[in-house]
């Protein structure tokens, strides 16, 4: 890969669906384009969800949990790119799609970058990124507890840490572990005032 081309997550899909010749694109040769940015962009799509509005459903946050606290494990490890199994890597759309989805995401996509960029930090690499990874673990067991508003707070600070993933952006990390810990401080208040509430509903009966 040229040295002069963008590091960008919308440049990188841009690339993937000009250069790719196959009718139908995997998740394998989404994540051979994305290299190391490949753990942001998995976890950048298991953390939406979590803070898109909609009916409450039990235990909806768990599956996505739990892949945010397996590719944290991989970070952990000290892993460079995520390893998935293989019939998940199998799993593919038609280029035609994946080009639609590049047209409508990369407006979005080039806007959050105005503000996110490769800043090196302690966190971008080695035992900083090791850390990353352990903190992603303990927010994703946090996100899989059923609080109500509880979810969203949560899922928000793993998206910042997931375009700080993409980027290489030491600030981006930073500002999104600080609010991991908010969100996590946030659950804590919650679960404190349902057991409150809990215990003076019992008395009153």
Not at 4 to 14: E, K, M, N, V
Not at 19 to 48: N, S, Y
Not at 130 to 152: C, D, E, M, T, Y
Not at 188 to 205: D, M
């Amino acid at each position: 890969m040229s040295r002069d081309r963008p590091r960008g997550i919308a440049a990188a899909l841009r690339r993937l669906s000009e250069e790719h010749r196959g009718e139908r694109l995997a998740v394998a040769d989404l994540l051979r384009a994305l290299g190391d940015q490949g753990f942001g962009l998995l976890i950048l799509l298991l953390a939406l969800p979590n803070v898109v509005p909609g009916p409450v459903i039990p235990g909806f946050s768990v599956p996505f949990a739990i892949g945010i606290a397996l590719l944290g494990l991989q970070l952990a490890i000290g892993w460079h790119a995520p390893r998935l199994p293989g019939w998940l890597k199998r799993l593919s759309i038609e280029r035609r799609r994946f080009e639609r989805f590049v047209l409508r995401t990369e407006p979005v996509l080039l806007r959050l970058e105005r503000w996110l960029r490769p800043r090196p930090s302690g966190l971008t690499e080695g035992p900083g990124e090791r850390l990353v990874g352990i903190s992603l673990i303990a927010l994703s067991l946090i996100l899989a507890l059923p609080v109500p508003f509880g979810n969203a707070p949560m899922g928000l600070g793993i998206i910042i840490i997931a375009l700080g993933l993409l980027e290489g952006d030491g600030r981006a990390l930073t500002i999104g572990l600080a609010a991991g810990l908010a969100a996590a401080l946030w659950n804590a208040t919650l679960i404190v005032a349902g057991a409150e509430l809990f215990v003076a509903a019992t008395r009153v009966h």
